[in-house]
């Protein structure tokens, strides 16, 4: 039943900005954002507690990348700015985390289908 809806993906050039959104169900606790670019693993992006108080960022985005969530609105958000063409991948939303530990894709319960970030150089 639980549902991850991804959107705000795009083609951009780089240098440029892109909000994501998360459209999720229900209650859930702990979120990610991770990416998939062709041929490579799942890599974490960043993090965030239910409560929004804790935030965790992977070293190539910190400074670049703000990851939020609106509960009320059911929604999770990452903003980008100085889009790099590395940053192309797709983009997917990750929920319930209950470990604790943030940075690896087997500790999310849930996931989105991914929404498609192209940054030309």
């Known amino acids: 039943q639980v549902q991850l809806v991804e959107s705000g993906g795009g083609w951009v050039q780089a240098g440029g900005s892109l909000r994501l959104s998360c459209a999720f169900s229900g209650r859930r606790y702990a979120m990610g954002w991770f990416r998939q670019a062709p041929g490579k693993e799942r890599e974490f992006v960043a993090a965030i507690t239910y409560n929004g108080r804790g935030t965790y960022y992977a070293d190539s985005v910190k400074g670049r990348f703000t990851i939020s969530r609106d509960n009320a609105k059911n929604t999770m958000y990452l903003q980008i700015h100085s889009l790099k063409p590395e940053d192309t991948a797709v983009y997917l939303c990750?929920?319930?985390?209950?470990?604790?530990?943030?940075?690896?894709?087997?500790?999310?319960?849930?996931w989105g289908q991914g929404t498609q970030v192209t940054v030309s150089s």
């Open positions: 990750a929920a319930d985390n209950p470990s604790g530990n943030w940075y690896q894709a087997y500790e999310y319960h849930y």
